[in-house]
């Protein structure tokens, strides 16, 4: 799904119907995912869209104009791309491979001088500080 509050609640239908008919391997891909959003009131936070849903999130999609670029001219997206790196992640999850959840920026480390903007990027609108203390999930 994308993260729009249509497309989660149209996510949320074709899931129950998909149980309905005994498909209980479901799996979320959140696609065009774009941190921006969160500040727009649309939708809270990757943690609503999931509950919404209703399926074990298995990754999220960057929004990146790679894949545009690249479905536009038939070509591969390129391996430098935050995009590439969602998919390769999400692959090797399907695949059994134990994969961290946590995509901040494509061959970025985190360090003790990132890590609040990392934390910042990957749960938006919470900042580390909050979530020391005990104020946020």
């Known amino acids: 799904t994308t993260p729009d509050p249509i497309c989660v609640r149209d996510g949320r239908l074709m899931?129950?119907?998909?149980?309905?008919r005994q498909n209980k391997k479901q799996r979320l891909i959140i696609n065009k995912m774009n941190r921006k959003i969160f500040g727009e009131e649309l939708v809270s936070d990757l943690d609503e869209i999931i509950d919404t849903v209703g399926v074990q999130l298995i990754g999220v999609i960057p929004d990146d104009d790679n894949v545009t670029i690249s479905t536009g001219k038939?070509?591969?997206?390129?391996?430098?791309?935050?995009?590439?790196?969602?998919?390769?992640?999400?692959?090797?999850?399907?695949?059994?491979?134990?994969?961290?959840?946590?995509?901040?920026?494509?061959n970025q480390t985190v360090t003790a001088d990132n890590v609040e903007e990392m934390f910042e990027h990957y749960y938006a609108g919470k900042t580390l500080a909050d979530y020391i203390a005990g104020e946020a999930e």
Do not use: L
Not at 15 to 20: G, I, L, M, N, R
Not at 88 to 105: K, L, Q
């Open 15 to 20: 899931s129950d119907e998909f149980y309905k």
């Open 74 to 106: 038939g070509s591969p997206i390129p391996s430098q791309s935050d995009a590439f790196h969602a998919f390769d992640a999400i692959t090797r999850r399907i695949n059994g491979e134990d994969v961290p959840s946590a995509f901040f920026y494509q």
